[in-house]
């Protein structure tokens, strides 16, 4: 028995897909299973919760081998710490007396950098709490998303501008899902590894938000150009939706972090495991959501 968490969520939803065309039996715990498509319940145990509530995660995790682990974005929680490291200690708990042998999480790059990195220190922290367990572990450690670009979706289809607080000539690494998806589903599948590693998930490329524009600009076929915006204005826009003064502290020590380096400190991945460059993501991801 293989559990899915966050299924409905772009990689936990991808890692289902390729999960379900195998003889695996599959567990998903879920917040809100009507989101699921309806052949995908058919063919899937369901556990309604969320895996951050201590009854639903053990009774999520009885009988279960293998677990896909993904904490799911909360910005209403009071700070980093309280979304990923108290979401995932009654996991953590139930792991060190019940069945599961391997664990594969979606994580961050960033281990041992000096200082507080808001969501990337939390969810080492978080990683460091199932490797405890004793628990075979494998952390996917992502550069930042390629699908994070769809959170400005609107602005690039309507007014042809990508904005981001970073340099615009600075380069950095990103990793599309659908990489970070193929590869838990692969480890998930072939449980022939053991201890508690860190994978990198890094993309084939550094690239600037400057180059992305560009790259934008061909492959929609108009023109996208990118605004360097401030850290007190993206603290500002995370507010306005709703995210809580703690986690939108967060997100901006997390991307003054990355401006300064943090992304770069361990080793690529290799082309095999992120094989996905921005241009052939804009592509086959970007253009058809603009289109549609």
Sequence with gaps: MILITAPAGNIGSQVLAALAAS?????????????????????????????????????????????????????????????????????????????????????????????????????????????????????????SLMEN????????????????????DRPFPHVATRDVAALAARLLLDPAWDGAEEIPMTGPQDVSFNAIAAIMTEVLGRPVRFEEMRMEDLRAMLAARGASAGMAQAMVDMLTAKNEGLDHMGPRSTPADTPTDIRQWCTDVLKPAIAG
């Design 149 to 168: 670009q769809f959170r400005q979706l609107a602005q690039i289809r309507d007014h042809g501008v990508l904005s981001w607080p970073a340099d615009g």
């Design 23 to 143: 003889n695996e039996a599959i567990r998903v715990v879920a917040r809100h299973p009507s989101r699921l498509p309806a052949e995908v319940r058919s063919r899937v145990e369901v556990v309604e919760g969320s895996h951050g509530d201590p009854e639903t995660v053990t009774r999520a995790l009885d009988g279960v081998r293998r677990v896909f682990w993904l904490v799911p974005g909360d910005m209403t929680a009071a700070d980093a710490m309280a979304a990923y490291v108290d979401f995932t200690r009654p996991a953590a708990e139930a792991l060190k007396t019940g069945t599961v042998t391997h664990v594969v999480a979606v994580s961050a790059l960033g281990r041992g950098w000096p200082r507080d990195a808001g969501h990337v220190t939390a969810t080492l922290e978080a990683d460091d709490l199932i490797a405890a367990t004793g628990v075979a572990f494998r952390a996917l450690a992502c550069a």
